[in-house]
């Protein structure tokens, strides 16, 4: 058996040795380059644009600009889910643009392409590119932009208001707030990030006149997804005269999920120059124009009555769109998040307002956890700020308000349905995996070293995107929640399996390849693993939201099941028998009670040979299956920090995190460690040192590359110390969860937490994030001068 072991990962020999085929190692004979004129103003008016100086310099193709992709009726890049105010009214969307016409509404807009024979013929016509701009004044908070008399960013846009949209019932809320005994409130800032994948992106595009088809390598996590929209919403094209090819991915974690302005520019200039165009974003490029994360605040509110139970929640959350409505950012806040409000604790009643806000900053899409980080953050922080308010030991009150087992499947008061679990066990494992009670003893008495000890924890939900389409409502109508693989058995009996999902870095080429093995009884060796390429894989969704595991895993399974029900047939004929009599055992077909059996191979064979086929069969060995699954599943967890702070200078010492995760049947042990231990590391990267910044008065990105950006890096982090707890998901056979978010949810709050408990006795009670040291040092100091 191979579901349940720890393979080592198939595919990291070629990374390991330097084989990885990445776009930009594709080789394209003929192929021109390109590069972006971007706006350098926040937001301006364009008078006019002047390219003729660029276009008569030397290898100079093609100038090209907004009026060019108008004129030849170019489409905008598409927002695939929207959410209306609750009022009825529709959302107040301003799609994301191709090229910026008329004006730029955030630093690194593209208002015009240079395409020539080499990088550096166009780099040098790019800077002949005379753009007349009109500089107009920027807001780039969240907050602010929200605000009465804050700059207008779009004409269409009243306040900057893109969707106002609420859940839970107001009415009952109000009542269990007038009950209650205590009330906490705490406002929180989800600071913004970058996702910061280790592969800046990168695309070629080849228009093929003789059939009148366009190919497309990018580096995405969903080239289905990708196809269809650059066919049918900016190219005006039949999805089946265009190929989108993904190969190796350096990392994605959400980024790389949407269509972007340069794929459709560089696929529209390909028809357009007659010959192949190339581009790969440089690393300082790629913090204007990509995607960022979170960027959110919100407030929250919670009520509790005897016993130090909570009777009702209350949030109002406002979210930043950046300048334009990404694909999947509108519904990151309302959709993804906030119906998580619950998080691990059976909240009675529950009432969240949420905003969606547009700045005059790069738009802001799905971040590892897509809006579930945002929300745990807040109210995991409300919850140790109530057990403080209470003084009652943070995971004595979190005990006290847990789901319990036998209440599963489980309605929260915001109508999520969570599938399965056993939170209070969860708990107690992490409670002895950590010695919470040894800490608490050591935190209390003094360091010699003077630094402050500080222990925090927070609990977390993880609601995979893996519910049935007939659940996703008319607002997802364009993308679906099924995924889908196929098993291809050659005649030599060795197997391909082509899978919908994309795999840049979560292991599938030997986790799918685990499931494939057990079920068809085969070796691990024997199966080729296909995946990224629409034409070798007739369909798909992608990756993203943790839904792989659930959705393709499924469908392979189902696969599986299908080709050993036709092999059956096959093998009852060769033996002479009727197929009941079979069973599948080790590779081979065998009549129970005797010794006569057919190897898989052999019935393979005879599949494409039809020399020994049954009657009213067809020939050959393939099948495909789409799983849609009966329901979401829910994975869960809770993590623990230990931190060590220097009252002197600010600086923090993450020494220990505990993390114990539920995420139903664990296909491949050291893989779902290393998903887990990857999102840990990032949310520790976001709660003490990731920070997007843009200067209030301009508009301009303070944090424009990695001289200005911090990321963690190894010695920024202990050894984590992680554990699983196994509840397998009812609605899937697998029974498995997702798990690849589960650290950005968790980690945070955690880290927090630990440091605010360690300022606890200089009267320290909230930082917003990053908790740098500088931040930090500042707290204190502003505690000290408060009490002095």
Not at 386 to 397: G, M, N, S
Request: charged share 20%; hydrophobic share 40%; glycine share 10%.
């Amino acid at each position: 058996m191979y579901i349940g072991t720890s393979v080592a990962r198939i595919e990291d020999r070629k990374f390991l040795t330097g084989q990885g085929r990445y776009v930009d190692d594709i080789p394209m004979a003929g192929a021109r380059h390109a590069v972006f004129v971007r706006s350098p103003h926040a937001n301006a008016a364009i008078r006019t644009i002047d390219t003729a100086a660029a276009a008569a310099m030397p290898g100079v193709v093609a100038v090209l600009t907004g009026a060019d992709w108008r004129d030849q009726g170019g489409g905008k890049l598409p927002c695939v889910m929207a959410v209306p105010f609750s009022d009825g009214r529709p959302m107040a969307s301003a799609p994301r643009q191709v090229f910026a016409v008329g004006h730029a509404r955030h630093v690194g807009d593209p208002v015009a392409m240079v395409v020539a024979e080499t990088r550096n013929q166009a780099q040098d016509a790019l800077e002949t590119v005379e753009v007349d701009y009109e500089p107009l004044a920027a807001v780039t908070n969240v907050a602010r932009a929200a605000e009465d008399g804050a700059p207008q960013i779009h004409d269409n846009v009243p306040g900057n208001l893109c969707y106002d949209t609420e859940l839970g019932d107001a009415s009952a809320v109000e009542a269990a707030f007038a009950a209650a005994s205590h009330v906490t409130r705490l406002a929180t800032v989800n600071n913004r990030v970058f996702h910061l994948p280790i592969e800046p992106r990168a695309m070629i595009a080849h228009y093929d006149q003789a059939d009148d088809s366009y190919t497309l390598y990018t580096t995405t996590q969903a080239p289905h997804m990708i196809r269809d929209f650059l066919a049918e919403d900016v190219l005006g094209v039949d999805p089946a005269r265009v190929r989108v090819i993904s190969p190796d991915v350096g990392g994605g974690f959400g980024q790389k999920c949407m269509l972007y302005p340069e794929e459709a520019a560089v696929t529209w200039a390909a028809r357009l120059c007659g010959a192949p165009v190339r581009w790969t974003s440089t690393r300082s490029e790629s913090f204007l124009a990509d995607v960022h994360g979170r960027d959110q605040v919100i407030t929250v509110d919670i009520a509790f009555g005897e016993a130090e139970k909570i009777l009702a929640l209350r949030a109002d959350a406002i979210d930043s769109l950046g300048a334009y409505v990404s694909m999947f950012g509108p519904p990151v806040a309302p959709i993804y998040g906030t119906p998580n409000l619950s998080e691990l604790y059976d909240i009675p009643a529950i009432y969240a307002r949420i905003r969606g806000v547009y700045t005059n900053t790069t738009p802001v899409d799905a971040y590892r956890g897509a809006g579930q980080p945002e929300t745990a953050f807040a109210v995991e922080r409300a919850m140790d700020q109530a057990a403080v308010e209470l003084a009652i030991d943070p995971l004595e009150l979190r005990s006290r308000n847990l789901i319990q087992p036998d209440a599963f499947p489980f309605e929260t008061a915001t109508g999520a349905i969570y599938d399965s679990g056993n939170y209070p066990a969860l708990l107690e494992k992490l409670r002895s995996m950590a010695d919470y009670d040894g800490l608490r003893a050591e935190q209390a008495r003094p360091r010699d070293d003077g630094r402050l000890m500080g222990i925090g924890a927070s609990a977390f939900i993880e609601s995979a995107v893996g519910g049935p389409k007939r659940q996703s409502g008319p607002r997802a109508a364009r993308i679906g929640r099924w995924d889908t693989a196929s098993i291809r058995v050659h005649p030599s009996g060795s197997i391909t399996v082509y899978c919908g999902s994309h795999s840049h870095g979560q292991g599938h080429a030997t986790t799918f390849r685990q499931i494939a093995a057990d079920n068809m009884g085969c070796a691990i060796d024997d199966i080729e693993f296909v995946f990224g390429d629409t034409d070798r894989v007739h369909a798909g969704v992608g990756t993203f939201a943790s839904r792989s595991l659930t959705l393709v895993g499924n469908a392979i399974r189902q696969a599986s099941e299908k080709v050993i029900d036709k092999s059956r047939l096959i093998a009852a004929h060769m033996l002479e028998c009727d197929a009941g009599d079979l069973s599948y055992k080790s590779g081979d077909f065998v009549i129970e009670g005797t010794d006569r059996r057919v190897a898989f191979r052999d019935v393979a064979r005879a599949a494409y040979l039809g020399g020994t086929y049954p009657e009213n069969l067809e020939p050959g060995l393939e099948e495909t299956a789409y799983y849609d699954p009966t329901g979401a599943n829910n994975s869960s967890g809770l993590v623990l920090a230990v931190v060590l702070v220097d009252p002197e200078t600010g600086n923090v010492e993450l020494r220990d995190l505990f993390a114990v995760d539920d995420c139903g049947r664990v296909i491949n042990p050291m893989i779902v460690q290393g998903q887990i231990h990857g999102a840990l590391a990032q949310g520790i990267g976001q709660a003490l040192m990731e920070h997007s910044v843009y200067d209030p008065e301009s508009g301009q990105p303070v944090t424009g590359s990695l001289m200005d950006y911090a990321a963690p890096r190894a010695d920024d982090l202990p050894s984590f110390q992680d554990a699983r707890l196994e509840t397998p998901a009812p609605g899937n056979p697998l029974g498995v969860k997702g798990v690849g978010e589960s650290g950005t949810i968790g980690a945070p709050p955690a880290v927090v937490n630990a440091i605010i408990n360690a300022l606890a006795p200089l009267g320290v009670g909230h930082i917003d994030m990053p908790l740098t040291p500088l931040t930090v040092w500042q707290a204190i100091q502003n505690a000290m001068a408060g009490s002095a």
